[in-house]
């Protein structure tokens, strides 16, 4: 069993940099590829970032490249998301969820996710 819990969102004013948390729990860690996605109101959900099981390899979706940031510590267990400049449109719900695989490969769609968080608001003012 895996479960999967995010911290770190709020509510910050536009140009601050926030830092979201995920931690995993289960013994299949290093089976996991990791990612965030978001869904803002009247949207659907999107991916945001995810990482390999390894941590080399890591993809974002065009609106957050370089500002947002996705690591994974393999001690801890944990992914985050660290975000920087962040304006009006990265409001959002943000989710973190685990792909069970056997890939060393980011994984892009929802569907290849099994294990997701309950999510965490992050509201940017302007």
């Known amino acids: 069993q895996v479960h999967v819990a995010e911290s770190g969102g709020g509510l910050v004013q536009a140009g601050d940099s926030l830092r979201l948390g995920c931690t995993v729990s289960?013994?299949?860690?290093?089976?996991?590829?990791m990612g965030w996605f978001r869904q803002a109101p009247g949207k659907e959900r999107e991916l945001v970032a995810a990482?390999?099981?390894?941590?080399?390899?890591?993809t974002y979706t065009d609106a957050v490249k370089g500002r947002f940031t996705i690591s994974r510590d393999n001690v801890r267990k944990t992914v985050y998301l660290e975000m920087r400049n962040l304006n009006s449109e990265d409001t959002a719900v943000y989710y973190c969820a685990a792909d069970l695989t056997a890939r060393d490969s980011v994984s892009v769609y929802q569907f290849q996710y099994e294990y997701w968080g309950q999510g965490t608001q992050v509201t940017v003012s302007s």
């Open positions: 289960g013994r299949t860690w290093n089976s996991l590829g």
């Open positions: 990482i390999s099981r390894s941590g080399v390899s890591t």
